[in-house]
């Protein structure tokens, strides 16, 4: 299985919310480790593809503090292969200067292997349609009904499925045992 190795930038959370507010982005529905959906559709809406956001409690210790990563390097390696080497490019410096004339400060070089899932949707933005989630409380009874109704539906299309098996294997064993006949036939006859 691939590691990913990043290289990027991150700023304090307090930071990034002091930025969006320049770049005129809407980070208000978010909680600070929530915030990248906004930035990322940002991202996307200004041509700024090379550059994923994503946030997590940095240093991943118990005093770490939400910080706002800005990734621009995405190295793919396997275990077995040396791990690579990132260092701060010239595309990456622009990055930084980016953020700083916006207003960041705190603005550090990072350079980690992806163990926390920041490249699970891909390595560039992209905006999602959070128009289309719905959320409700349920209540405790609501939650294991539609458990139970969910097991069953998984259920009910398991013995489809096994049905589906058995019919096949019939009509393999069906076309096996007709053609043995017709050579047992054939070399009975002669």
Not at 94 to 105: M, S, Y
Not at 172 to 190: D, H, N, P, Q, T
Request: charged fraction near 35%; aromatic fraction near 14%; hydrophobic fraction near 35%.
């Amino acid at each position: 299985m691939p590691v990913w190795t990043l290289g990027g930038y991150h700023i304090p959370a307090s930071v990034a919310r002091e930025l969006n507010k320049v770049l005129g982005i809407d980070d208000s529905p978010y909680e600070d480790l929530r915030m990248y959906w906004a930035v990322n559709d940002w991202l996307v809406d200004n041509d700024k593809l090379h550059i994923l956001c994503r946030c997590r409690e940095w240093p991943p210790t118990r005093d770490g503090k939400p910080r706002v990563f800005f990734f621009t390097q995405f190295h793919e390696w396997y275990a077995g292969w040396k791990r690579p080497e990132v260092l701060e490019r010239e595309e990456d410096l622009d990055v930084k200067r980016w953020l700083e004339e916006n207003g960041a400060t705190d603005v550090q070089w990072v350079t980690l292997d992806d163990y926390y899932g920041f490249t699970r949707g891909g390595t560039r933005p992209w905006k999602w349609n959070r128009a289309q989630i719905e959320f409700k409380t349920v209540s405790p009874e609501e939650f294991l009904e539609r458990s139970r109704l969910q097991q069953e539906k998984l259920k009910d299309s398991m013995e489809a499925w096994k049905l589906a098996q058995a019919a096949k294997e019939q009509e393999v064993f069906a076309k096996y045992y007709a053609e043995k006949e017709k050579r047992l036939g054939a070399g009975s006859s002669s």
